[in-house]
């Protein structure tokens, strides 16, 4: 199995809304990221995990709260969002953190519209 | 800071034809990792080559290669024998050994039959 599976696959909410985006893999990665695309622009990193443990986040707002439950697993929690934060929003995964492994692995995205 | 440049936001190809896509960077480090992205219309980034600044030898993936000009900063991708499946969004990424992804602005290759 050399996938990363995102649900859902679009996701339309209001600003009030409480949403969470679910990103998961069993290629045994140690590295996952999450990263924020607008249309033909390239991708913006957000948050890395690395062996469950969040070593990078780029200074993103309180609205978007990442969580690694487990090794497979990585959710993004959203909440009071506002309209520019529609966009499409990528996980990724790396065997592990270090650059010669990089994110080897994208999911195919949350395609997400705040509304 | 490091930056990547890729100066053809549109490039198109005649199938069965070759194409290259240019890519620039700006870097101090000598230790650093620099790769190649396809997004096709289904959205999923994938992986299409990588290069190791320590070697000098391109890397070579079927139909995909590069011409890594290091002293010059220069990371081109070549595709041969293009099919209408490689239309998709190119990007031009740079890592630095303790770094994160840094990414170009893209290339949307369009492949005409």
């Known amino acids: 199995d050399t996938e990363v599976t995102q649900t859902p696959k679009h996701l339309v909410m209001g600003m009030t809304n409480k949403k969470s985006l679910k990103c998961e893999q069993h290629m045994g990665h140690r590295a996952m990221y999450w990263y924020k695309q607008k249309a033909k622009k390239p991708p913006e990193l957000m948050f890395v995990?690395?062996?469950?443990?969040?070593?990078i986040n780029e200074s993103v707002p309180s609205r978007f709260s990442p969580e690694c439950p487990n090794s497979s697993l990585l959710n993004l929690h959203l909440h009071a969002l506002q309209p520019e934060d529609s966009a499409l929003y990528l996980c990724?995964?790396?065997?592990?953190?270090?650059?010669?492994?990089?994110?080897?692995?994208f999911g195919q995205g949350t395609r997400l519209t705040v509304v | 800071a490091q930056t990547v440049t890729q100066s053809q936001p549109e490039m198109s190809v005649q199938e069965a034809e070759t194409v290259t896509l240019s890519c620039t960077y700006d870097t101090s480090e000598s230790d650093y990792y620099l790769f190649w992205y396809k997004q096709p219309p289904s959205r999923q980034m994938i992986l299409v080559i990588r290069?190791?600044?320590?070697?000098?030898q391109n890397a070579t993936e079927n139909r995909f290669s590069v011409n890594f000009q290091k002293a010059a900063k220069s990371f081109s991708l070549k595709i041969s024998d293009s099919q209408l499946g490689d239309a998709a969004m190119y990007f031009c990424a740079y890592r630095s050994a303790r770094g994160k992804l840094i990414f170009g602005q893209g290339t949307e290759l369009s492949v005409k039959p």
């Open positions: 990724a995964s790396s065997q592990g953190p270090g650059a010669q492994y990089t994110e080897a692995f």
């Open positions: 995990y690395s062996y469950e443990k969040l070593s």
């Open positions: 290069q190791e600044a320590y070697k000098q």
